[in-house]
């Protein structure tokens, strides 16, 4: 073999918005090239395969979700499209707890798409992240005697009784300010 030869490239987005005073709007954005040389299962080669969209509409503060809806721009197969109604399985869940079983259960294996499920996995933990920004002031900061910390563990550096997790417990701003990747130039 001399030279690599491109197989597959994925490229996922996610875009947040905050829609009302309480609500969230994220969508996910799959795109699947296949520039491989030869055509697979039906599949010619050198296509775009996978274009799709999924949006989910979230509930603060509990983060339920309220609407869930999918577009296939391109898909394999003209049954692809069959996995879309499923997506309202999950109106009614909410992202902070459970989330990733509940939609295993719901959309997993032959009960939807592989491809519209793994941007619901994706779009969960953007939902929080975009919730803090978007309602910061409609929240008091996070209590480091709460329960609420849920970013704890999500990640070596916010892992329990680490570096950063120490700071918030001391509520040691400067020093979690010292942390910070992004603190400005002296």
Do not use: K
Not at 88 to 94: A, D, H, Y
Not at 145 to 153: E, I, R, T, V, Y
Not at 160 to 169: F, K, Q, S, V
């Amino acid at each position: 073999m001399s030279e690599p030869i491109p197989l597959h490239t994925r490229t996922i987005r996610m875009d947040a918005v905050r829609v009302t005073e309480a609500e969230l709007e994220v969508t996910g954005h799959l795109l699947d090239g296949r520039p491989e040389p030869e055509d697979w299962f039906g599949v010619p080669s050198g296509l775009i395969i996978h274009d799709m969209r999924v949006t989910l509409r979230v509930r603060h503060p509990d983060l339920v979700v309220t609407a869930a809806s999918a577009v296939m721009d391109a898909r394999p197969y003209t049954l692809c499209t069959d996995a879309v109604a499923p997506l309202q399985r999950l109106v009614g869940l909410s992202v902070a707890q459970g989330f990733t079983r509940a939609v295993n259960e719901r959309l997993g294996r032959a009960q939807g798409c592989a491809h519209l499920t793994a941007l619901v996995h994706a779009i969960a933990p953007v939902v929080r992240q975009a919730a803090g920004v978007a309602f910061r002031g409609t929240r008091p900061a996070p209590d480091p005697a709460s329960d609420d910390l849920w970013f704890l563990n999500t990640c070596q550096a916010w892992r329990r009784d680490g570096p950063l997790h120490t700071r918030l417990l001391a509520r040691d701003v400067e020093g979690l300010r010292a942390l910070s990747a992004h603190r400005p130039a002296p």
